[in-house]
């Protein structure tokens, strides 16, 4: 784990990002990397361990069936800079190739209303040249015998660029290439953002300890701890830290065929995770939101909801045995489920990367890359990231995605 100092070699930054993890990490990197941008960044870690972090309790993988043309431009992106890494990371020697364990994922939908759904997604999906195949019930049998389907309408399944990576290893080169190419990290927490008498601007951040930094741009990419960000600069933000649950299990019987990450009606998922090993996923029914520091697990949702649902949906699970598991906690926007970028429309050089719930490793490269354009250029040069702005949550309107896990 990399050792950052403590204190910055500076009393001012251009741009001040707080969180080092996966988003922060990825934005750095892409304003190091910004043709003409010779701004100073500075990233102010309070986990230099990257211990308690989403990023380091995900579940790593990538699909391409969303509903909404934005959020698969985005994860075909992501597996565009996946399929040659080391060339996208500059033709850096040092850095490994990438792939995608291409596992597919399967949507189920058990009434009417979810076969809609992925009716809906499909076609938007099909738009955007993904090759995700709708299949019934008795095609699902033909090609995955081990499912019980009685109460199945309709599958939306693809393979392509859908599955595992491995994104603690690109988050490590994003963060590994940007402090090579002059972004400074240091150790410390942000305790308080110093707004303008006028509020229209952060100041300066002020760290634990006493520390104060001026800056031209902050970036919140504090994860689940982002309203804490926010409510510094006098901004509310609906992300939440909720829990989520994983677990690695191994089957009396392993199944004759890769299980691609099977998203139920009832929403447990469950994929291949090794060769005999299977991950499945799950939270409590109330969904709460928790203490970013709780990282207990809770044996009833597994006894009660996660393991049945399981058992239910393929019968070979009834006898497994759990090897690993671990909680952790989404970024989760209570408003649309999605990601909340750009700049506070009042605090106008404070910029939100918040609220990616489960999705946000897999769209980190397009966000990153968007928001370092944003920051560098004054507006978007790629993909047009609009949409994510927090004015739609200030107009009431919710970002339309209806496959979310
Ligand atoms: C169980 C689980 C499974 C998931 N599965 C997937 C998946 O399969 N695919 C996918 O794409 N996504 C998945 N996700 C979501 C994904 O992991 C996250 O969206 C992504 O990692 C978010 O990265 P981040 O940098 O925004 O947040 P984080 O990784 O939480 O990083 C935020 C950082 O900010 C730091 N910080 C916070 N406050 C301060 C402060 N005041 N001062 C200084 N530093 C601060 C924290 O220490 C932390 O390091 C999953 C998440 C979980 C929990």
Redesign the pocket.
Known sequence: MPQFPNDPQRDSYDVVI?????????LAWNLAVAPDFDGSVLV????PG?A????????????QQFANALNIRLSQHTAEVLRDFPAYMGGDARVPHQQIHAFGYLYLAGDQSGATRLRRAHAAQRDCGVPARLMTPDEIAAAYPFYALDDIVLGSHNTRDEG?WD?GGV?EWFRRKAREQGVEYVA????GLEVSRAGTAVEAVRLAGGGRIACGTVVN??????A??AA?AGRAIPVEPRK???WVFKAERTLPATLPLTVDPSGVHVRQDGPDTYLA?GHTAEDLPADPDDFAMDSDVWMDVVWPALAARIPAFEAIRVINE??????FNAFDHNAILGPDPEVGNFFY??G?????????PGMGRGLAELIAFGGYRTLDLRPFHIDRILRGERFDESVV?
């Open positions: 707080v969180g080092g993890a996966m988003m922060g990490s990825a102010v870690e309070r986990d990257f308690s972090c989403s990023t380091a309790h995900t579940n790593s993988c990538i699909r595992y994104g988050f410390g927490e942000v305790t990419a504090a994860g689940p701890r982002a804490r960000v510094m989520r649950f994983s996923g671990w909680a952790g906690h989404y970024a990367m918040n990616f719930s489960g999705h946000g490793l897999q769209q980190a896990i």
